[in-house]
């Protein structure tokens, strides 16, 4: 063997050993013992009430953070890469903050705006909204955590678009939002797609910012990462396991399916699927 | 020590003193030198452990051997102290919240002697669950039965994270319990329908509970921050910061729970770091008067109360938790998956 082939062969064992050391053995350590007394219970430990309505309620607040952001950072990635402002760079800078600061802190943050004490809080609740402590709390909460997402999945993509397809569009008598829609968002549904997937993953496993910004009552505003600390300090770590597996099990398949429709064009399955149903009149 | 260091800065000493702890124990070869202690310690009596009973108990036991005594303390909940210890954290004594969590300690095999046989079964502190209000009590809050009526917005921690909300949720069900006992007006109580008297009181409050925290401690931050009418808390827990100035009333219902706080030596460290003589005379030393005054002065109540002369008026209708049918009966009444309060959260959570 050369050295060459030596080479990649180090290559790939180190990555393959580093995928598998970091992300394989811990998740089937703990996909072993969610399963150690069999399927059944590992279903009884998440069909709990608590434990269910906190997993329904995570994918629910979850689905509402990631669509506020495929809509409010679609419209920013825009803005960030098309337009010219004075202080964009600052705006830009500020994007990645939510990566950046301690989730918990984001919940202070959060909490400290809209507590009681706070004006923005005290004018939020006379106007009869609450967002402290109850479930747009949370929906916020994740969204803040996942803002940047989105945003810096989509920023090269529209870099790389070219005017000149866009400005066919309008040559050939397309309206801009006709264009838009046939256009742009196409050609960036990939980056688009990458960017909303990996925000919802990253909200269903939101722990620090939530546990300060939602009530965290059972069965009303308690999500599942919360639920699962619960059962760990109460000395139940099944119970914890499995409704950690069951959020697992939702993000895989997430993934799962972003991989499917982010593939090449000639294997793109659903959105060649999607399109050619489109394409139908 | 700093009195009144930020949160943060708190749980980063906390993390630094744990950290410490772990790397102290892990360096062989050190019997010979000063004596050490490894304390694991629940957080809320850190101020009265920090700044009175270790300096006094380093005094006292140089005074009594000639040797120096180092004690390292850590200080977190105690549900993760006892995980802490389980888990291999070195500490020689815990003094923890609830005698659940030396239980589970007990179970996994590193304490091995029987930690109650002390004066007090193993008692070194109590307190009592108390309510706190808004400065000048303006909604008038007075009893249990204040709490449940309509708009007014209660605090207590998660009892599934909290040995401290487990107590709150305690008190409102022996002052239930209290309750059908006065509208018996003498008579005999029928016991199934006194425990649903009870879990009506329990399940009126928890519909008012707008937050549950992680923590006794985050409860109280809450509370601080504005939110809530009523807090419900260790007595302790709010006395010290009342006396430190901050806008609230105390309010001791008439009703309420004897809360005791356990401490016990950690056998298997203890003997692995030939420190057992050191490690019964702190816990014999929790016990003393000069101890007990320290708990005391920090907002607890001496564990015999007859003791001290200065101690405050004892509730009216004092309950303790063997009166209830003690800890394993009462949490899994409670707690358990058919638990009363688990059942109110249920039922409040489908509109019933």
């Known amino acids: ?281 | 020590m700093s009195t009144e260091a930020g949160a943060a800065r708190r749980g980063l000493s906390m993390l630094l003193l744990v950290l410490l702890c772990m790397a102290a124990a892990s360096r062989p070869g050190e019997a010979a030198e000063p004596r050490e202690l490894i304390l694991a310690i629940y957080s809320v009596p850190k101020e009265a452990y920090e700044r009175s009973i270790i300096p006094s108990f380093q005094r006292y036991w140089r005074q009594r051997t000639g040797q120096e005594v180092r004690i390292r303390a850590s200080y977190g909940a105690s549900g993760a102290q006892a995980r802490a210890i389980i888990g291999g954290f070195e500490a020689d004594v815990a003094a923890l919240s609830v005698e659940g969590d030396v239980e589970q300690i007990v179970k996994a095999a590193a304490i091995s002697h029987d930690w109650r046989q002390t004066p007090h079964n193993g008692m070194v502190a109590a307190s009592v669950v108390a309510l706190g209000v808004r400065k000048g009590n303006p909604k008038g809050i007075k009893t249990w039965e204040d709490l449940a009526r309509p708009g007014i917005q209660v605090l207590y921690p998660n009892p599934k994270t909290s040995g401290g909300a487990m107590w709150d949720i305690i008190a409102i069900y022996g002052a239930g319990l209290k309750q059908a006992e006065r509208n018996a007006s003498g008579k005999k109580v029928d016991q199934t329908a006194a425990a649903e008297t009870a879990a009506g009181l329990l399940k009126r409050i928890q519909r008012n509970v707008k937050v549950m925290d992680k923590s006794g401690r985050e409860s109280v931050t809450t509370f601080e921050r504005g939110v809530g009418d009523v807090i419900v808390t260790y007595e302790n827990e709010l006395l010290p910061r009342i006396k430190s100035g901050r806008p609230y009333d105390i309010i001791v219902p008439a009703e309420t729970v004897w809360i005791e706080n356990p401490a016990a030596v950690i056998d298997r460290n203890a003997d692995r770091h030939k420190v057992r003589d050191v490690a019964e005379a702190f816990v014999a030393f929790l016990h003393d008067k000069e101890a007990q005054t320290a708990f005391l002065n920090a907002g607890f109540r001496p564990i015999d109360q007859s003791q001290m002369t200065n101690a405050r008026d004892r509730p009216a209708q004092l309950f303790t938790i063997h009166d209830l049918g003690g800890w394993d009966l009462v949490s899994a009444k409670l707690f358990g998956p058919k638990g009363l309060w688990t059942t109110a959260v249920e039922e409040l959570a489908r509109g019933k």
């Open chain 1, 1 to 281: 063997m050369n050295s060459r082939a030596l080479t990649v062969l180090a290559l790939r064992a180190t990555a393959v050993g580093y995928v598998v050391c970091l992300i394989l053995l811990p998740l089937v350590v703990l996909g072993h013992q969610a399963f150690l007394n069999g399927v059944g219970q590992f279903l009884d430990d998440i069909t709990l009430p608590q434990a269910w309505s906190a997993l329904v309620l995570t994918i629910e607040m979850a689905l509402i953070a990631t669509a506020l952001n495929a809509v409010f950072g679609t419209l920013s990635a825009i803005v960030l890469v098309r337009y010219q402002f004075p202080g964009k760079w600052f705006l830009n800078s500020l994007v990645d903050l939510p990566f950046a600061i301690p989730t918990l802190v984001a919940g202070l943050m959060i909490a400290a705006i809209y507590g009681p004490t706070s004006f923005v809080g005290a004018w939020v609740e006379r106007s009869a909204i609450t967002i402290l402590y109850e479930q747009p709390g949370i929906a916020f909460a994740m969204a803040f955590v996942t803002m940047p997402f989105t945003i810096r999945a989509l920023q090269p993509v529209l870099m790389e678009l070219e005017p000149e397809q866009e400005e066919a569009a309008y040559t050939l008598g397309a309206g801009p939002w006709t264009t838009f829609w046939k256009v742009t968002v196409p050609s960036v549904l990939p980056g688009l797609l990458t960017g909303v997937f990996l925000a919802f993953v990253r909200a269903l496993g939101e722990f620090g910012s939530i546990v300060i910004v939602a009530g965290n009552i059972p069965m009303k505003t308690q999500v599942a990462s919360v639920y699962v600390y619960g059962e760990i300090e109460s000395y139940n770590p099944r119970g914890a396991t499995s409704v950690s597996i069951a959020v697992l099990i939702v993000s895989f398949l997430a993934l799962l399916l972003l991989e499917r429709m982010t593939r090449p064009p000639g294997e793109r399955f659903f959105i060649t699927a999607a399109r050619a149903e489109s394409r139908t009149p």
